[in-house]
């Protein structure tokens, strides 16, 4: 099998976003400008090895075919003319083989030389390890450097029901809201654009945005997509899911309702939760359906992700005593409770399996995926 190409990694404008401060800046330095050469460096060396392992592999497929056709062709004759025409092509056949293997072997190294520049350029090595490690890291606004007034978000927001169940009906209400166009409009709430430019700008700053080289699809992660989040307490702020292009219903329809907004199930926001950390979970999850890219039942599965690869989610507290339910990957499924204060950030792994807390008063955060596909999966 060929080592899938991995176009992006090449391209000027992926390579440029991995400066935001521009290459040339009179701040960078004489050790980080080495460490781009040295990526640069690494990126051809890799678009190489893709390049010769994708010939050798034709090569192996022709002399295999060649080989079977001509097999085929032979059955019932002689073995000795078998032997004969059969001889020649079977030594070609291990030959490619042979050959497919060591430029392989090579692009895996180019893989590896490729992953240790990405790693160089990263910072916050401390934060990073254990990010992927528990599954999150929580900052405080002089941490992470972002600023949002959280004010005009609340108000201008066309808010919406979404999940807080397995099963969603036309009718069923939900205590929690999502929202990012304007209530005047379908344009994006400036205060949500806002996050998403800042988000992409934080993980730029330390090299967080860059991919490892496994996936072959994408070079950066992009967070798009924010999202104002709302709980809402009363009954009466509540929102049913309607069908399409009807208006907004208003009002619980669940009459056990405590007048709160309940826990929602534990679920992991990119894959199950622990997809990319255990490799149980990765092997089933490789084969789930419900995985764009799923592989094929006869086909091997690959290794667990490298760090860069793994999607990563952020939410923004904008109220004091917000609390975010967690099942941290180093406590072996305890499930624990967290206090985010107004400005604290929680970067989290998109396999973490996490839940949105029980909520007694009105509530609104503002969350956002940095992934290379988005899918949201519960708990089983």
């Known amino acids: 099998m060929a080592v899938e190409a991995l176009p992006s990694y090449w391209q000027t404008e992926g390579e440029s976003a991995v400066a935001p401060a521009s290459a040339n800046s009179s701040s960078e330095t004489a050790g980080d400008s080495a460490k781009r050469a040295e990526l640069a460096a690494s990126l051809t060396a890799l678009r190489d090895a893709v390049k010769a392992s994708e010939a050798a592999a034709k090569e192996a497929e022709n002399a295999t075919t060649a080989l079977e056709v001509t097999r085929n062709a032979m059955k019932g004759k002689e073995k000795a003319v078998q032997r004969m025409a059969l001889g020649m092509l079977e030594a070609q056949q291990r030959e490619k083989v042979a050959a497919q293997e060591a430029v392989m072997a090579a692009a895996a190294v180019a893989r590896k030389r490729v992953d240790c520049a990405v790693d160089a350029l990263r910072t916050d090595w401390e ?51 999502q929202g990012r166009v304007h209530k005047q409009g379908g344009r994006v709430v400036e205060g949500i654009k806002s996050f998403e430019t800042q988000s992409n700008e934080l993980l730029d700053r330390r090299g967080w945005r860059r991919t490892a080289c496994h996936n072959g699809r994408e070079s950066f992660k992009k967070p798009k997509d924010a999202y104002a989040l709302r709980a809402v307490a009363d009954c009466s702020d509540a929102m049913q899911f309607v069908g399409p292009g009807q208006k907004a219903r208003f009002g619980c329809t669940n009459g056990k309702c405590k007048r709160r907004c309940d826990k929602q199930l534990f679920h992991g926001d990119s894959a199950p939760p622990n997809a990319f950390h255990d490799e149980r979970v990765w092997a089933q999850w490789c084969r789930d359906e419900r995985n764009p890219s799923r592989i094929d039942e006869d086909q091997a599965v690959p290794a667990l992700p490298a760090w860069g690869d793994v999607p990563l989610v952020m939410l923004y507290a904008t109220q004091h005593n ?10 072996g499924g305890k499930e624990i409770q967290l206090i985010l204060n107004a400005g604290d950030l929680i970067i989290f792994r998109g396999d973490l399996s996490h839940a949105g807390a029980e909520f007694t008063k009105d509530n609104l955060r503002i969350h956002i995926c940095g992934q290379i596909t988005r899918q949201k999966f519960l708990s089983q």
């Open 322 to 331: 917000t609390p975010f339910c967690v099942r941290p990957f180093n406590m």
């Open 127 to 177: 934060q990073w390890e254990l990010l992927h490690t528990r599954g999150y890291i929580v900052e405080s606004q002089e941490q992470h450097g972002m600023h949002m007034d959280t004010e005009p978000i609340g108000k201008q927001t066309k808010f919406g029901p979404i999940f807080n169940d397995a099963d969603l009906k036309v009718g069923q209400s939900s205590h929690r809201l």
